[in-house]
C-alpha cells in the first residue's frame, strides 16, 4: 500500500508538469500568434506609410507637370500668350487606348475658388498619367485640374483707400461687386489689429460670421493672391531695368534722390525709346525737353530751370502784343498820332497760383521800308513795371496798358501815304528777383516785332479823318515764347495769317485765334510744326510722382504732352510721330521689384476690370472740381477694354480702339482724355499669371495582362501658383514661378 501510494504521488508530480508545460506552450503560442499579428500590422503599416509618403512625393511630380503643361500652352518657344485662354485645364489622356479619369477635386477644394471657377471645373474631365519605376514599372499616378485665377482681385489688398491716382491697390472700389453686402465691415474686419490680414482660403472670408452680413455668396471676384514683376522693362531685354523716377530732385538737379537710380542719360534714352524724338528738327529735343520738365513738374518750386525751352512751371506767361494805333488827319495836312502797347499774359493751368508776380515790358519803334516820307513814327520807347499782378484765376488771361502815347505834326504834302512801322516788345515775368518769364530770352535778344502798316489820304477837302485799329503778335503756346526770331513762336497781322484771321483781330485775353484754329474742326496746324493734344489745360505737381501715368503731363512740344493713348492725330512733323508713347513700360515709381494687388488688364471679367476704373477722378489733384467715373460708365469702358484684349505691354491699352477721350465729359484736353489711363495705369498689370492647382495622386501597382492595378495609397493637394507670363530675359522660353501656397487635403 505505501508503494501505491507512493507510486500514485511520482505519477501526479509528472501530471501537473506536464500541464505546466502545456499551458507555457499554450502562452508562448498565443505570443507567438500575437506577436505574429502585431508584426504583420506593424509591416502593413510601414507599408502603408510607404505608399503614402510615395502618394504624397508623386503629388509634387504632378505640380512639376502640370506647371509645365501650363507653360507649354502658353509658350512654345515660338508663339507666346501673356495670359491663359482658359479658365480650367486638366492632365490629358495619357493613352487614348485606356483612359483612365481621375477625380481629382474633393469637398474641401471649393474653399480655394469663387464658385463659378468651381462650377466649371467639377464639369471638367482629368486623366491619369503614370509614374514608372525601374524595370519600367508603373509605380504610381497622378492627375490634376488648374484653374485660372490671373484676373481676378486680391482680397487681401483690394479696396480701403480713397479714389485718387491710382497709385496703391487700395484705391480699387469694392462696393459693386454683385457678393458685397458690407465692403466697410468686409474691410475693417481684413485690417483690424486682430483681423484675418491675410486669406489662405474663401472659407476665411465666407463662413457664418460673414453669410449675409459681409457677403450675399460665395465671393466670385477675389483672389487669394497676386504679384506682379515690375522692375524689367516689357518686353524684358537682358539686364535692363524700369528707369526709377519716383524720388524728390536732388540738389544736382541731375538725378531722383530717395534710393533712386534714375540718372539723366538713362531717364533720357528711356523716354527715346519709349517714342519720343531727339534730334535736330524743330521741337526734336523731344526727350531732353521731356526731362527739364519732368524734374520742373516735381521740384517743390515754381521757377523754371530753363527759359529757353517748353516751360513746364506753373507761372504766367507771355502770350501776345497788341498794339492800338488812332490817327487823324485833317485837310490842313495837320495830324494827330495816339498810341499804345498791351502786352497779355496766360496762365494756362488747372491750380490756383496766388504769388505775386513782376510785369515789366517796353517798346521801341523803327520805320519800315514802306513808310511814306512825312508819314509819323514814334521815337520814344513805351515802357511799363506793373508790381503785384496776380493771376485771376485758373486757365485765366490778363493784360497791361503803356501810358498813351502820343506825336502831332504836318504832313510835307498832300496825298497818299502809307505809314509803316515795326513795334519791337521785349517783356519779363518774376517772382521776387527770380525770373520766370523772358521774351526774349535772352533779354538783349531778338524781340517780338508787330507790324503796322496804315495807308491814309490828305486832301485839301477832306473832314477830319479818324482812324482807330490794332495790330498785334501772338505766341501759339507762351511756354514755347522766348525766341520770336524762330520762325515758329510767334506769329502777327502781317505773316501770312491774313487768310485764316481775316478781319478777326487781336484776341487780347482770351483765346488766341491760331489756337482756336489750331485746335478747330477740322484742326488745321501745319504751320505749327505740332500735333497738339486738343486743349490748353495744363497742370504741375510740384511734388513726386505718384504713377507713371502722370508723365502724360509732360511737355514734349507745343501743346503737346507725353501720349498714353492714341490721339489718331496725322504727323505733320517731323514724319511719323508714334500713336503713342509707352512710358508705362520704361519707367516705374516705386523702387520695389514686384507690386502686390495689381489686376491683369487682360482679364475677361468685366466687374473686375470695372472696379479697377470706377469712381477714378478726371482731376485726380482736386477733388472739389472733379468728377469721378459712375459704375456704368466703368464697366463699358472695361467691356471696351477686354474686346481689344489681350495686351502684350500696359503701354498697348493706349490704342484708339479704347476710345479713351469719351469717359469723361467736358473740355477737350488731355487732362479730362487722359484720366482714365492714367489713373488707372498704376493698378493694372500684364505680368500676372495665377493659378490655384487641385493634384490627385496614387501609389499604384500595375496589373498584369491587361488587367487594373491595384491603388495601394492616395492623397491629394491643392497649390496657389504664381507665373510671370515674360520669358526670363536670354532664354527661349523659361518663365519664373513662385509656390505661393501648397496645402495636403484630407478628404
Known amino acids: 500500500m505505501k508503494i501505491m501510494r507512493r507510486v500514485n ?110 462650377i466649371e471645373a467639377k464639369s471638367s474631365n482629368a486623366y491619369y498619367r503614370t509614374v514608372s519605376g525601374t524595370n519600367n514599372w508603373k509605380v504610381g499616378r497622378y492627375a490634376y485640374v488648374a484653374v485660372n485665377m490671373s484676373g481676378l482681385l486680391d482680397a487681401s489688398m483690394a479696396g480701403g483707400l480713397e479714389r485718387e491716382g491710382g497709385s496703391r491697390a487700395g484705391e480699387i472700389k469694392l462696393d459693386r461687386l454683385s457678393e458685397m453686402i458690407n465692403t466697410n465691415l468686409f474691410l475693417s474686419k481684413r485690417n483690424s489689429p486682430m483681423g484675418i490680414g491675410r486669406y489662405d482660403s474663401y472659407a476665411e472670408m465666407f463662413n457664418p460670421s460673414t453669410k449675409n452680413i459681409i457677403f450675399d455668396h460665395w465671393p466670385d471676384h477675389f483672389a487669394l493672391y497676386s504679384l506682379s514683376e515690375n522692375s524689367e522693362v516689357i518686353p524684358p531685354t537682358l539686364g535692363k531695368k524700369k528707369i526709377y523716377i519716383g524720388g524728390s530732385v536732388g540738389n544736382s538737379d541731375t538725378y531722383f534722390q530717395d534710393g533712386g537710380i534714375g540718372l539723366e542719360s538713362d531717364i533720357k534714352q528711356a523716354f527715346i525709346e519709349s517714342g519720343l524724338i531727339e534730334d535736330n528738327g524743330v521741337y526734336g529735343h523731344q526727350a531732353s525737353l521731356a526731362y527739364s520738365n519732368l524734374l520742373d513738374y516735381v521740384d517743390a518750386d515754381s521757377i523754371p530751370r530753363s527759359l529757353d525751352a517748353g516751360c513746364a512751371e506753373n507761372v504766367p506767361m507771355i502770350n501776345e502784343v497788341v498794339v492800338n494805333y488812332s490817327l487823324t488827319v485833317r485837310s490842313n495836312r495837320t495830324f494827330d498820332l495816339f498810341y499804345a502797347v498791351d502786352v497779355e499774359w496766360f496762365y494756362p493751368f488747372d491750380t490756383q497760383n496766388t504769388l505775386p508776380y513782376t510785369l515789366e515790358f517796353d517798346a521801341s519803334f523803327v520805320a519800315g521800308p514802306k513808310n511814306t516820307a512825312g508819314a509819323p513814327v514814334p521815337s520814344v520807347t513805351l515802357s511799363k513795371s506793373v508790381p503785384a499782378i496776380a493771376v485771376a484765376a485758373r486757365n485765366s488771361y490778363g493784360s497791361k496798358e503803356t501810358d498813351l502815347g502820343s506825336l502831332s505834326g504836318t504832313l510835307p504834302a498832300e496825298g497818299n501815304y502809307t505809314n509803316d512801322f515795326t513795334v519791337e516788345v521785349r517783356a519779363q515775368i518774376k517772382a521776387g528777383a527770380a525770373i520766370v518769364d523772358s521774351v526774349p530770352y535772352p533779354y538783349d535778344g531778338s524781340r517780338i516785332k508787330v507790324a503796322v502798316n496804315v495807308p491814309f489820304q490828305c486832301l485839301p477837302t477832306m473832314t477830319p479823318s479818324i482812324i482807330d485799329t490794332q495790330f498785334w503778335s501772338e505766341c501759339y503756346d507762351p511756354r514755347f515764347n522766348w525766341n520770336p526770331a524762330g520762325g515758329y513762336q510767334w506769329f502777327g497781322n502781317r505773316e501770312g495769317l491774313d487768310t485764316a484771321f481775316s478781319g478777326q483781330g487781336p484776341s487780347l485775353n482770351a483765346k488766341n485765334k491760331m489756337i482756336s484754329a489750331m485746335f478747330g474742326s477740322p484742326p488745321d496746324y501745319s504751320m505749327f510744326r505740332t500735333n497738339p493734344d486738343g486743349g490748353t489745360l495744363l497742370y504741375v505737381a510740384n511734388r513726386p510722382l505718384k504713377s507713371v501715368g502722370e508723365l502724360g503731363n509732360i511737355c514734349i512740344a507745343p501743346w503737346s504732352s507725353i501720349r498714353l493713348y492714341d490721339h489718331d492725330y496725322p504727323a505733320m512733323y517731323p514724319g511719323t510721330a508714334p500713336p503713342y508713347h509707352k512710358v508705362l513700360d520704361y519707367f516705374s515709381v516705386t523702387n520695389k521689384s514686384h507690386l502686390r494687388g495689381l489686376v491683369n488688364v487682360n482679364t475677361t471679367n468685366v ?94 501597382i500595375e496589373g498584369s495582362g491587361g488587367k487594373a492595378g491595384a491603388t495601394l495609397a492616395s492623397a491629394r493637394a491643392v497649390a496657389e501658383v504664381w507665373r510671370d507670363p515674360f520669358r526670363i530675359s536670354g532664354t527661349p522660353n523659361k518663365h519664373k514661378w513662385m509656390i505661393r501656397q501648397f496645402k495636403i487635403l484630407d478628404d
Open 607 to 700: 466687374a473686375v476690370l470695372a472696379s479697377v476704373f470706377y469712381g477714378l477722378p478726371n482731376k485726380e489733384y482736386d477733388a472739389s472740381t472733379a468728377t469721378k467715373m459712375t459704375w456704368d460708365v466703368a464697366s463699358n469702358l472695361a467691356m471696351n477694354v477686354i474686346a481689344h484684349r489681350p495686351y502684350s505691354t500696359l503701354s498697348s491699352i493706349g490704342t484708339k480702339s479704347n476710345n479713351w477721350p469719351t469717359y469723361f465729359t467736358g473740355p477737350t484736353n488731355d487732362i479730362y482724355n487722359e484720366a482714365a489711363i492714367r489713373n488707372a495705369a498704376g493698378l493694372l498689370t500684364v505680368r500676372h499669371n495665377m493659378f490655384t492647382i487641385f493634384l490627385l495622386s496614387d501609389s499604384y
Open 9 to 118: 504521488a511520482v505519477r501526479r508530480k509528472e501530471g501537473i508538469a506536464l500541464l505546466l508545460v502545456i499551458g507555457l506552450l499554450c502562452i508562448l503560442m498565443i505570443s507567438a500568434v500575437a506577436f505574429s499579428i502585431s508584426m504583420r500590422i506593424e509591416r502593413q503599416g510601414a507599408f502603408n506609410y510607404r505608399y503614402g509618403a510615395q502618394a504624397r512625393h508623386i503629388l509634387w511630380a504632378a505640380l512639376s507637370e502640370a506647371i509645365t503643361d501650363i507653360d507649354a500652352s502658353m509658350d512654345d518657344g515660338s508663339t507666346m500668350y501673356v495670359y491663359p485662354e482658359w479658365d480650367v485645364k486638366t492632365s490629358a489622356v495619357e493613352n487614348p487606348s485606356l483612359p483612365y479619369r481621375a477625380r481629382v477635386l474633393s469637398r474641401s477644394g471649393a474653399n480655394y475658388v469663387p464658385s463659378d471657377l468651381w
